[in-house]
């Protein structure tokens, strides 16, 4: 039973334009969320997070939104740029009352961003 | 220093071979990982190291083999392989177990196992 999803195995955008990648999570006690991002052979990249208590986080050119009713978040890159084509793995921890910091991933979307 | 160094960066082995995987990092974190990731899968958690003590196994098998000689290395000794152990292991590392913060990522040793 996978507990973070992500449906979109691939996206294909223009360099400018916005890209937003999907995550869906099925388990309530998740409290924390990350982004990260995964160049062919290199490990996962951090990116950006999100406490359960915001429900959007900005840095820079990377946003993301928490929709905790809809067990939902989503990242937005604007604008895209080709150096930001690669897999994009969305993660949950369930880290209140110092619970083991645990991530589980979703199955990863490939982004690819064309000049 | 905000590295996680992994070697070898490829590892070929028979299945009755004795290997070892091995990370290392010097950022002062207390906690770390090993992740195993199939081609096209998300990473899978493997086991947790806290303060050096093994902290989670997730049901691994015993052919697998995590030592933490101390706080910046930790290895995974590897026998007895079966071919579908074959994938890329990822060594990771937080300040610590519990709490938020970003778990930083080694670039991988991909395992093939004959």
């Known amino acids: 039973d996978q507990q973070v999803k992500q449906n979109s195995p691939s996206l294909s955008v223009q360099e400018g334009r916005i890209s937003i990648l999907n995550c869906d999570y099925t388990?309530?006690?998740?409290?924390?969320f990350l982004w990260y991002k995964k160049y062919p052979a290199e490990g996962p990249t951090f990116l950006i997070s999100i406490s359960s208590i915001k429900d959007k986080n900005e840095d820079g050119r990377f946003t993301v939104f928490l929709n905790k009713s809809a067990k939902h978040l989503s990242l937005h890159i604007v604008p895209s740029q080709p150096g930001d084509s690669a897999v994009y793995f969305c993660a949950a921890s369930a880290v209140g009352g110092g619970s083991n910091y645990k991530l589980t991933f979703g199955k990863g979307t490939l982004l690819t961003v064309n000049p | 220093d905000t590295e996680v160094t992994q070697t070898p960066k490829h590892l070929v082995m028979g299945m009755t071979n004795k290997k070892s995987l091995k990370c290392e990092q010097h950022?002062?974190?207390?906690?770390m990982y090993w992740y195993k990731q199939k081609a096209k899968k998300p990473p899978e958690l493997m086991f947790v190291y806290s303060y050096e003590k093994l902290s989670i196994n997730e049901s691994v098998p015993s052919r697998f083999s995590p030592e933490c000689p101390n706080s910046s290395l930790l290895n995974l000794h590897l026998h007895a392989l079966q071919p579908e152990d074959s994938a890329l292991y990822l060594c990771a590392s937080s300040q610590t177990e519990t709490g938020t913060g970003e778990l930083f990522f080694g670039e991988g040793s991909r395992l093939t196992v004959l």
């Open positions: 950022m002062g974190h207390r906690a």
């Open positions: 388990n309530s006690m998740f409290d924390y």
